[in-house]
């Protein structure tokens, strides 16, 4: 740490893991589901730094996760409210681009933030938005309808078959393998559920508490059609209503800010996807079609 300096950049530390989440959480106020700083960290421990002071509290956190050889999501720059503005994002994004120079990386930007973006050599491309709805559940859930499009399974850690069968769906979706383990089912918080017919799995989501209030966060949903996804989302809603009766936060498409169940939510941001350094043969064979809520803007393209 330089002389009149109040912080050092280093990677976040195994033991900092829950720290990190409680700084996200609370110190700057995001949602973030209860398994998501340590699945991930997991999965990329390489990904995770932070700005600390002498004594070692966190300051700020960012991470880039990689997602295949050449593509890094770079996720929300956390920042304690009395050292804003004074360089530490733009620090740990310098240090989290020199990782891989080379390599592409894809952010979903905060609207008022999208100009830092852009002068760091980020573009917003045009077919790709986030929208954040929040709220709570207060109507009553409908009645269960999907019988005739197909039967709604909870994916167990244990049922190997049926993993594996969800870890196919996801490469589908994202155009490259994720360990879905990691990821997604091994999370005791947490609830996977998936469509199938006879042909195979149309579709899966998953619902984890939201260490910010308790209230479900829900993430991923990806399907065949709208349908699908519609009853996914239901089935979810049903599963964890307690806590969607405390609050719901959702990061949706574009394709299903239509959703009925949506509606009673506001919207509280529409986050263009940004790319720095993108070369079309880098970027994944990605099926947009068929997602309809994020899994993490924060960890995860999709």
Same mark, same amino acid.
């Given at each position: ?18 720290? &990190? &989440? ?7 106020? /995001? ?19 932070? &700005? ?6 966190? %300051? ?60 760091? #050599? ?27 499009? #197909? ?10 078959? /049926?993993?594996?069968?969800? &870890? ?31 042909? #195979? ?17 829900? #993430? ?12 996914? %989302? ?48 880098? %970027?994944?064979?990605?099926? %947009? ?14």
């Amino acid at each position: 740490m330089s002389a009149g300096k109040q912080w050092t950049v280093r990677p976040l530390k195994p033991a900092e893991v829950d720290a &990190a &989440a409680q700084f996200w959480a609370f110190e700057c106020g /995001l949602d973030i589901g209860v398994g998501l700083f340590p699945q991930w960290f997991r999965i990329d421990p390489e990904a995770f730094l932070v &700005a600390v002071d002498k004594d070692g509290s966190i %300051l700020g956190s960012a991470s880039a996760v990689r997602q295949t050889d050449s593509v890094y999501l770079v996720g929300t720059v956390g920042t304690a409210k009395n050292f804003r503005r004074k360089g530490i994002a733009t620090e740990i994004l310098r240090e989290i681009h020199a990782r891989c120079p080379s390599a592409t990386y894809a952010l979903s930007s905060v609207p008022e933030v999208l100009c830092m973006y852009e002068a760091m #050599g980020y573009k917003a491309v045009e077919n790709m938005y986030a929208n954040i709805y929040q709220g709570k559940l207060e109507e009553e859930l409908s009645p269960k309808v999907y019988s005739d499009i #197909g039967d709604i399974v909870v994916v167990r850690a244990d049922d190997e078959k /049926l993993v594996n069968e969800v &870890a196919e769906y996801d490469k589908d979706v994202h155009g490259y393998a994720r360990d879905v383990r990691l990821a997604l089912t091994d999370d005791p918080a947490g609830l996977v559920v998936a469509m199938r017919r006879s042909e #195979g799995m149309v579709g899966f989501g998953k619902v984890q508490p939201n260490l910010r209030d308790g209230g479900a966060w829900i #993430g991923p949903i990806y399907a065949d059609n709208e349908s699908i996804a519609k009853q996914l %989302l239901e089935e979810l809603l049903t599963r964890f209503e307690n806590l969607a009766r405390i609050s719901i936060y959702i990061v949706v498409s574009d394709q299903a800010r239509s959703f009925e169940r949506l509606r009673p939510l506001k919207c509280t941001e529409v986050s263009p996807r940004c790319y720095k350094g993108a070369a079309s043969d880098q %970027l994944p064979p990605m099926k %947009l079609k068929k997602l309809f809520v994020f899994d993490s803007l924060d960890f995860c393209l999709l």
